[in-house]
């Protein structure tokens, strides 16, 4: 079911954007050209010069789950949200590609948000922060009363009155 969801034309802009900011060409699979993890940090590097320090030669599959690892830990650094972002399993071992490419676009939408140009994503709505004064705040509980509904309701007791 998740395989249905994985979007070619998506995949298409998604390594547009990559190899436009990393300079480096993927390869003709997407995902194997990203297994090894070294482009994805490079990738992160250019959006956020040093978030990974270190980028490891992919020689052992040890290298190869760090650079993943390195990655996944600086894009939640910079702001993509961690139910976004893919298990490192889910890249290496090839299990789920719709994952990884929902972790992507959102990774370009963060960037986006921060001003970078990125032909594809959404731009994140900035916090609006409301700051009210203590007075006002005061001056508002009083007005919820007279929001409640008036009226009257039979009971077997009688008549019961509310609001007024």
């Known amino acids: 079911?998740?395989?249905q969801k994985y979007d070619p034309q998506r995949e298409r802009e998604l390594r547009a954007w990559i190899e436009g900011t990393t300079g480096r060409r993927i390869g003709d699979s997407f995902m194997d050209g990203l297994k090894d993890g070294v482009i994805l940090?490079?990738?992160i590097n250019k959006l956020?010069?040093?978030s990974v320090q270190k980028v490891n030669e992919p020689v052992q599959n040890w290298h190869k789950l760090e650079n993943i690892g390195n990655f996944l830990?600086?894009?939640?650094?910079?702001?993509?949200?961690p139910h976004d972002i893919f298990e490192a399993n889910d890249l290496f071992e090839n299990t789920n590609?719709?994952?990884?490419?929902?972790?992507?676009?959102a990774l370009a939408s963060q960037a986006k948000t921060k001003g970078n140009n990125v032909g594809l994503g959404v731009k994140y709505a900035e916090k609006?922060?409301?700051?009210?004064?203590?007075?006002?705040?005061?001056?508002?509980?009083?007005?919820?009363?007279?929001?409640?509904?008036?009226?009257?309701?039979?009971?077997r007791g009688g008549t019961r009155t509310w609001g007024s």
């Open 1 to 3: 079911q998740l395989a």
């Open 41 to 43: 940090c490079e990738l």
């Open 48 to 50: 956020q010069p040093g």
């Open 73 to 81: 830990r600086a894009i939640t650094r910079y702001g993509v949200k």
């Open 97 to 105: 590609h719709t994952q990884v490419q929902s972790t992507l676009i």
């Open 128 to 155: 609006q922060q409301r700051r009210f004064h203590p007075e006002k705040l005061r001056e508002g509980r009083n007005i919820i009363g007279l929001q409640v509904p008036q009226g009257h309701i039979r009971t």
